[in-house]
């Protein structure tokens, strides 16, 4: 990960893409959102959605897993250069979460997140703030999610 | 779930509490966050949050399965009284996902709604939108998660 003070409004980075079988589409509402369309074909095909769909929570926790792996395959690249690399985190949450077109069996969606916004924090003077515009498109083209987060990002160590 | 007409805004929903194990909270870090102070006491012991404790989405997700065990029995309820019941969803996303404290090993959150906004919706007429604070507060009374949303609630049918 970039530190802070390397980062730049925005930056668009590409975090990876998703391609929604029907089993773990079924499996994570089994779970977390046992809601018919989310668990039964002939019960979505009678629902608004017209077919399996995932559920949303689904669709977003995809998009931090790939985040995450997104992440650590930089840390790795950054330590084989010997280089440091700043951590990221906690996040403080996310606003605007929109659900903008159902995710289907089979939907393959590739995630992007851009940097709107960088500030320093108060709380933590080592780190600063990261707003990201995160958006996750179809294979259409068709953006199904979008949604804004903001995380703490490790500033440069002063040099000594 | 009661129609449209019948909901008012200050309403408070209990949903339900969930007791959060070291288990599951490894579970679900380990397929959507596989961030280390989710997955190992020792490492997160090490980290800014002292002790293992669950991913902001898992806390999240919670919510969301308790709602649907919590609307299913009220269907199941108004079905045995002879009642028709109204069709909620889907959601069209979420606003203000706060992660304010973190969830350790152990700790019970209790999830509630309170609706704060109603209005009729263009494109469905048949069904109006309810906006709604949800808020996960922990066995010391502190609030750990507290989001917006807004549903898709079904209208009472017309007398013939």
């Not at 979460?97 to 709107?116: H, N």
């Not at 933590?124 to 958006?135: A, H, N, Q």
Request: net charge negative; proline share 4%; with cysteine.
């Amino acid at each position: 990960m970039k530190y802070f003070e390397d980062l730049e409004v925005g930056d668009v980075t590409a975090i990876g893409r998703h391609t929604f079988t029907a089993d773990e589409i079924k499996a994570f509402a089994q779970r977390f959102d046992p809601q018919l369309f989310h668990l039964d074909e002939a019960a979505a095909e009678a629902s608004h959605f017209g077919a399996l769909c995932a559920s949303g929570w689904h669709t977003a926790v995809i998009w931090m897993r790939l985040m995450i792996d997104h992440r650590r395959g930089l840390v790795e690249a950054a330590r084989a250069r010997g280089e440091l690399v700043a951590a990221i985190g906690p996040a403080l949450g996310l606003r605007d979460m929109k659900w903008l077109k159902p995710v289907y069996v089979g939907d393959t969606i590739e995630y992007k997140a851009e940097v709107t916004g960088l500030r320093t924090s108060g709380s933590r003077p080592r780190s600063g703030l990261m707003t990201t515009f995160s958006t996750g498109v179809n294979q259409n083209g068709e953006p199904v999610i979008s949604f804004v987060s903001t995380t703490f990002v490790e500033r440069r160590p002063e040099q000594p």
